[in-house]
């Protein structure tokens, strides 16, 4: 498994933009799909986004689609998260998580980081 750490998280007003990052350790980072989950204030944890190995397909959420943009440098073993036109629905721990090609369940979890959208 890979070791995960999130950070770029903080407080933004509606409307603006953050970029979240991902590092990754181990040589393998190339060889895992890579996906964002988060969960807000009494919420249940929710699918954000998603990039394969190869970055040649990337999915997300109805909920943030044409707002958020998934992307990854496998030279630096980063997986980003561009968020843009940011609303208060989207406040929540942001969570970065790995899975091995051909495996179902993403196995590798980061800390999370706290993003937090107010006025």
């Known amino acids: 498994q890979v070791q995960l750490v999130e950070s770029g998280g903080g407080l933004v007003q509606p409307g603006d933009s953050l970029r979240l990052s991902c590092a990754a350790s181990g040589r393998t980072f190339s060889s895992y799909t890579m996906a964002w989950f988060r969960q807000g204030p009494g919420k249940e944890r929710e699918f954000v986004a998603m990039?394969?190995?190869?970055?040649?397909?990337?999915y997300y959420a109805d909920s943030v689609k044409g707002r958020f943009t998934i992307s990854r440098d496998n030279a630096k073993s980063t997986v980003y998260l561009q968020m843009n036109s940011l609303k208060p629905e989207d406040t929540a721990v942001y969570y970065c998580a790995a899975k091995r090609i051909g495996v179902v369940d993403f196995g590798s979890w980061g800390q999370g980081t706290q993003v937090t959208v107010s006025s």
């Open positions: 990039i394969t190995w190869s970055a040649g397909s990337t």
